[in-house]
């Protein structure tokens, strides 16, 4: 199967991708923001339609920039406590989602919006796989200088601030990159399972692990090996290539819960 | 042990804090001064805005007043605050103590291997707490006493100049209350610590506090335990004890 360049590609792009998603997730879990990540993802349509209305040929551009907008403005209502945090992501991404669509639906095209919402991954260019790594070489570094301000934030933002953490810096470059690496992603996933990728292999390490290392090292292997093999399955199976990452992670999670249930019962 | 005289080394001056939500006043004009080496406890009915001051020490929320923190030895500087909070998000988080800690006091990657350094550091540190046992223990697995231990331990590394408690005692059973109050006693003596602690514990508060201060949005009485469990304004809300 490597002998075609989109496998090529789309393994290229899916040894970057999938050890991004195990990372970021581990902290979208623990941080409770499953939803914040879905919300992040119907931003896209908006950001797609944003992007034909002013003529941007790139869909890329119009997206990330859309969606880190969206994701600063959504961290910054969350922290005025107007209502509660589901309420506002949900009118937030509903109102995002629908926008996005009229634009798009105008003259009855709906080609655009079916692909983005399944996604494909053998559409990726190699331009794009340097795009992934930029964004891998960022995340990585985020990782290493901004993981524990992250993780005392997650334990309580109160507490962190009194150790000299800049909480709201944190948050908006964490909330950035969340964005970042969903928009990015979303042509070769499709809005409907990139949140999946996202929260199912931290969940799935979560059930198991017993430390922070634990946690990362299995999210990110969960995550690969998902991502390697649904590649494998869906290419000679004919099937496409998302849905069955996304099968073969949430079979990884359901061991995991029984494994779990054992372990503590 | 209890009820020691302050060293007078050094000072917190909370002058004239005021905070209004919208509107409403939550704090109105409140003055205090904590000296080093005195616990001092803040009472007040629900919505007396006890939690609300501690913000504002903490600078949490934007409010009218200066906090001022002045040590004979080193003058005016600005001061540094541990911080024990009333809740913390570790439901199910697979963070040992070690993760916990080593998050907010080192800058060495817990997600990575093991810093043998800052592991130890932690170890003699969380020692002084009687906790050096749980640094590999999931946060999410400790009890209330042992997380109490671990908390203090974080909000003590370094040392601060002020240690602010948020009801930190709540969900433990008499003997570790009991155990809890020896403790910052002894803190406040060997570290001659300035200690803000809420707290409803009246007996406690009697047998350990220097210093009561009754909130309802202004200081509406303070002094020793006795002064304050005494007066007017405290039987009228709580009663006699």
């Known amino acids: 199967m490597l002998d075609y360049e989109f496998m090529r590609n789309a393994l290229f792009a899916i040894l970057i991708i999938t050890p991004l998603f195990g990372l970021i997730g581990t902290m979208v879990v623990n941080n409770k923001m499953a939803f914040f990540s879905d919300a992040l993802g119907h931003s896209a349509y908006t950001g797609i339609a944003i992007g034909m209305l002013i003529g941007v040929s790139n869909n890329f551009i119009s997206m990330a920039i859309f969606a880190i907008l969206f994701a600063i403005l959504l961290n910054k209502i969350n922290d005025s406590k107007i209502a509660s945090k589901d309420t506002i992501i949900s009118v937030f991404s509903s109102t995002a989602i629908a926008v996005g669509l ?22 990726i260019l190699p331009q794009e796989i340097f795009i992934l790594l930029g964004i891998f070489a960022l995340v990585v570094l985020f990782w290493i200088f901004g993981f524990n301000k992250l993780l005392g934030i997650s334990v309580n933002p109160t507490l962190a601030k009194s150790k000299g953490i800049n909480v709201k810096l944190i948050e908006n470059i964490f909330v950035i990159l969340v964005a970042l690496i969903v928009t990015v992603s979303i042509k070769w996933v499709g809005i409907l399972i990139i949140n999946s990728l996202l929260i199912l292999p931290a969940a799935a390490s979560r059930n198991i692990s017993k430390n922070m290392r634990q946690y990362h090292l299995w999210a990110v292997l969960f995550s690969i090996v998902s991502g390697i093999l649904g590649l494998v399955i869906s290419y000679y199976q004919g099937i496409s290539t998302g849905p069955t990452i996304v099968i073969i992670s ?16 | 042990m209890e009820n020691k005289k302050s060293c007078g080394d050094c000072c917190t001056k909370i002058n004239n804090i ?40 903490l600078g949490e929320i934007k409010h009218e007043g200066t906090i001022d923190f002045n040590s004979k030895s080193d003058g005016k500087r600005s001061i540094k605050l541990g911080y024990v909070p009333q809740k913390l998000n570790v439901e199910n988080s697979p963070m040992t103590v070690y993760d916990m800690a080593g998050s907010l006091c080192s800058n060495s990657p817990v997600f990575i291997k093991k810093n043998k350094k800052v592991y130890k550091e932690l170890q003699e540190h969380l020692k002084e707490f009687g906790a050096e046992d749980l640094i590999d ?15 203090m331990a974080i909000a003590t590394m370094p040392y601060p100049d002020l240690l602010i408690l948020d ?14 109050y020896s403790q910052i006693s002894r803190l406040k003596v060997d570290h001659d610590l300035a200690i803000i602690m809420v707290s409803h514990d009246f007996e406690y508060i009697k047998k350990y506090a220097d210093k009561v201060i009754m909130l ?24 006699s004890i």
């Open chain 1, 102 to 123: 009229v634009i798009l639906t105008k003259n009855g095209n709906y080609t655009e919006i079916s692909n983005y919402l399944i996604g494909d991954i053998l559409n």
């Open chain 1, 250 to 265: 949430s079979i990884i999670y359901f061991i995991t819960f029984a494994l779990r249930r054992f372990s503590i019962d």
């Open chain 2, 18 to 57: 005021s905070f209004k939500a919208g509107k409403q006043v939550i704090l109105d004009d409140v003055s205090l001064h904590i000296h080093c080496g005195s616990l001092n406890v803040i009472i007040g009915k629900n919505g007396a805005g006890k939690s609300t001051l501690l913000r504002a020490i």
């Open chain 2, 137 to 151: 223990s999931k946060v999410s697995r400790l009890s209330g006493g042992e997380l109490q231990r671990v908390m």
């Open chain 2, 167 to 180: 009801e930190p005692i709540s969900g433990m059973d008499k003997n570790g209350k009991e155990q809890f």
């Open chain 2, 216 to 239: 309802d949005k202004k200081v509406v009485a303070k002094g020793t335990p006795d002064e304050v469990f005494a007066s007017k304004e405290f039987i009228d809300t709580f009663g």
